[in-house]
C-alpha cells in the first residue's frame, strides 16, 4: 500500500486548506482511513478517521467543527477539509491505513501504512 499526501501549504489564521490522499496497491474500500499530524517538538497526534464506507467518523476534540474528512473510494482518495485554521493548527499530516480492514481507531498504533505528509502552516 502506498499514500500519497498533497495539498498542504501556508495560510493565515481563518483560511482553508483542502488536503489529499490517494491510495494505491491496495484494497481502499475495504478499509478505514486516519489523518494524524505532528508538530515541531511534539508526538503524532490524531485528528480524524473514517470508516470504509465513510458512514463513520471520528475527531480529535481540537478540530471538531472546523474539519472534515471524507473520501471517494472510487478514486482511491481521502480528503480533509480544513476550516477556521488557527497556528496551532500548525503541523506535517499524515494519511494513514490500518493493516486490517476491520480496525477503526483513533490510534496511532492501530494505523501501519503512512503517507509522507504534508505540511501546513498557519500564520497569525
Known amino acids: 500500500v502506498q499514500l500519497q499526501a498533497s495539498g498542504g501549504g501556508s495560510v493565515q489564521a481563518g483560511g482553508s486548506l483542502r488536503l489529499s490522499c490517494a491510495a494505491s496497491?491496495?484494497?481502499?474500500?475495504?478499509?478505514?482511513m486516519g489523518w494524524f499530524r505532528q508538530a515541531p517538538g511534539k508526538e503524532r497526534e490524531f485528528v480524524a478517521a473514517?470508516?470504509?464506507?465513510?458512514?463513520?467518523?471520528y475527531y480529535a476534540d481540537s478540530v471538531k467543527g472546523r474539519f472534515t474528512i471524507s473520501r471517494d473510494n472510487a478514486k482511491n482518495t481521502v480528503y480533509l477539509q480544513m476550516n477556521s485554521l488557527k497556528p496551532e493548527d500548525t503541523a506535517v499530516y499524515y494519511c494513514?491505513?490500518?493493516?486490517?480492514?476491520?480496525?477503526?481507531?483513533?490510534?496511532?498504533?492501530?494505523?501501519?501504512?503512512w503517507g509522507q505528509g504534508t505540511l501546513v502552516t498557519v500564520s497569525s
Open positions: 496497491g491496495g484494497t481502499f474500500s475495504y478499509y478505514a
Open positions: 494513514a491505513q490500518p493493516e486490517y480492514s476491520g480496525s477503526f481507531s483513533k490510534e496511532r498504533e492501530e494505523y501501519d501504512y
Open positions: 473514517i470508516s470504509w464506507s465513510g458512514g463513520t467518523t
